[in-house]
Nanobody
Framework: QVQLVESGGGLVQAGGSLRLSCAAS????????VGWFRQVPGKEREFVAAMRRSGTSTYVADSVKGRFTISRDNAENTVYLQMNTLKPEDTAVYRCAASLYSGSQLRDPLRYIYWGQGTQVTVSS
């Protein structure tokens, strides 16, 4: 069992930066791949970024490539999403998740078994 709690969201102007954190409970956190997804009302959940459990490979959505970076600290049981050059279209609830899958399957939200509650990110123009 893994519990995930996000933090770091908030209101920021376009062009600004935020760093989201996802704190995980459970000693087996390093056994899971991790991902970040976002969702706005009325739209499907959108893949943002993911990282394999080893931390050797990352996957990033084209919409945020070059602006967002995912990282993890297994010693601290924490996953981060550094978001730079934010745009109004990045406004959403951001959720972290844990998966036992790897590779391109990490882009699919159905491959994740544990989810956090989410943190709101609002980017003003």
């Amino acid at each position: 069992q893994v519990q995930l709690v996000e933090s770091g969201g908030g209101l920021v102007q376009a062009g600004g930066s935020l760093r989201l954190s996802c704190a995980a409970s459970g000693r087996t956190f390093s056994s899971y791949a991790v991902g970040w997804f976002r969702q706005v009302p009325g739209k499907e959940r959108e893949f943002v970024a993911a990282m394999r459990r080893s931390g050797t490979s990352t996957y990033v959505a084209d919409s945020v490539k070059g602006r967002f970076t995912i990282s993890r600290d297994n010693a601290e049981n924490t996953v981060y999403l550094q978001m730079n050059t934010l745009k109004p279209e990045d406004t959403a609830v951001y959720r972290c998740a844990a998966s036992l899958y790897s590779g391109s399957q990490l882009r699919d939200p159905l491959r994740y078994i544990y989810w956090g509650q989410g943190t709101q990110v609002t980017v003003s123009s």
